[in-house]
């Protein structure tokens, strides 16, 4: 058994280091699609985050069991059957948002960071450790899917939560926010194409950013020997 | 094979059954739990887009329930049955909505709800459901523009049958700037749309509903 990692270091793991969308570059397939609005990446990113928690959760309560040869088939059922669950209860529920996202829910099954933490690490940690990486991992992966939306659609069509009643209900009309009057349209923001050029972006800003962080302890460490 | 490796093997074989069971048994629950309101949730759903097209006020009848499938492919240009709903007034008919599919928009079907009064004229087009470029073609969503609403109350005498098509053809409906065939399409399911009811009148509203117990998602 490994040693128990402590919380904190599990959710800025989840969230920041080890980034799903911008650092392991897993579950692109989604993230670049659905990613056109802000209402539409958060509804997918809500749906993963929960699929990763209830996932993560399984797998960690089941780990006794899971011998080494057939982990992999049955990470395989307990997500395939997890995503089924929120795809109906979505369809129940959140029924416009889910015509909307149509087959990109039941996608979230190829998501790989989802069998990816079900293999690294639910497997082998107890259950609350693997709850609290489902909700680290889902929401870093959340958090990608939301800044990438608010740009494309700042960008693409110059407002933000725009079409908010799919996921908000009839309060959601109000929400809608036009930042750009008289906007014109960006047509490259919307397109698939334009959500490549925003991760990567994305994915250079965070890099610039971890780049620093690394070059400042560093930095403070030269000072002071020199002194 | 040595006896502990067949036992390893049954095991496995077991304990992967007893996880693919209790997975079948937490989606028969979900289902069944879900299944009312997912139904609910679609008859609303439908309601709404018909009533889009046709004010609740003007007809009395089930409109959901008055239902009839028309199987026409050589027609309509497409394998998918055309549903048609009849609304009616103290059981004398008001409107047929029927749900045509575009077969040849840019890419690929564009599903359409067209109204069309008895005399023949266009109530309203909406578009159903559609993979048009964002930006371009998805101008025939009324959310993004009222292009669909030139439509409203034309029939094949107004404007002529020759000026059915975008003017870019020579007709009298606007094309968007970079995108004719989506709105060509549109225009062509339109006219197919206003030809059938024009020669099936009668058998629309006559004909008994064929109303099935799910309501087409």
Redesign the interface.
Known sequence: MNPQPRSTDILANGFWHNNAGLVQLLGLCPLLAVSNTVVNALGLGLATLAVLMICNLTVSLLRGLLRPEIRIPAFVLIIAATVTVVELVMRAWFHDLYRVLGIFIPLIVTNCAIIGRAEAFASRHRPWPALLDGFATGSGFCAVLVVLGTLRELIGQGTLLDQAHLLFGDFGRRMTLEVIPDYRGFLLALLPAGAFIALGLLVAAKNVVTARQRQQPKASAAATEAL | MSDSNRI?LL??AG??AL??LL??L??AF??NV?KP??AE??R??ILASLNQIIPAGRYDNALQSDVIDIHSPGFFKHDDPVRIWRARQAAVPVAAIMQVTAPDGYNGDIVLLIGIDTDQRILGVRVVSHRE????GDAIEL?KDDWILSFNGKSLRQPPRSQWSVKKDGGAYDQFTGATITPRAVVEAVVRALQYFQSNQREIFSTESTITAEPAA
């Not at chain 2, 470029?133 to 371009?136: D, E, K, S, V």
């Open positions: 390893s095991k496995n304990l992967l996880i693919g997975g079948s937490l989606l979900t289902y879900t309101r997912i949730q679609e609303r759903a470029t964002p930006g371009l959310d």
